[in-house]
């Protein structure tokens, strides 16, 4: 049962890496490469959309590991899954302090009602993307390590 929980555990934060690495590196760009009404609507849409799934998926993945690293205390990577556990703590923390309360901003703004600093807000989110996503890799590349 508990391998199963190793491998689950891996996969649901493997998956939230790809989607958070695809937001930053593919879809952003995508965006911002569209005429300047639609590419931020585009912003705000998929802030309306990630932020609805993405705590679930955050706090889920802190679950998991925290319900790995007591289970599997006793074995070899006990160490590797808390420090991961940790990082989705500060992944978790690092959101709520730093992106939602511009994500709540962005998902609410249209051509007629975003502010003059739209581009700019976008840009501050981007860089704590960024740094979320790095922390994000390395707790995933823990728990894939602690599964050897």
Do not use: C
């Not at 760009?29 to 932020?51: C, K, Y």
């Not at 901003?105 to 003059?116: F, G, L, Q």
């Amino acid at each position: 049962m508990l391998t199963a929980l190793e491998v689950f555990t891996t996969v649901v934060v493997g998956v939230l890496v790809g989607v958070e690495f695809s937001v930053a590196f593919i879809m952003n760009r995508i965006l911002d490469a569209l005429p300047e009404d639609s590419g931020q609507l585009g912003h705000a849409h998929g802030g309306r959309m990630l932020g609805a799934l993405m705590p679930f998926w955050y706090i889920g993945s802190v679950v998991l590991a925290a319900i790995w690293a007591v289970a599997g205390w006793h074995r070899h990577g006990a160490g590797l899954v808390v420090t991961a556990a940790g990082l989705l703590i500060l992944s978790v923390i690092m959101s709520i302090l730093l992106l939602v309360p511009i994500n709540n901003r962005n998902k609410t703004w249209t051509p007629d009602n975003r502010p003059a600093d739209w581009k700019q807000q976008l840009d501050r989110w981007n860089r704590y993307h960024y740094v979320r996503v790095a922390v994000l890799i390395a707790a995933f590349a823990l728990l894939a390590a602690a599964l050897a």
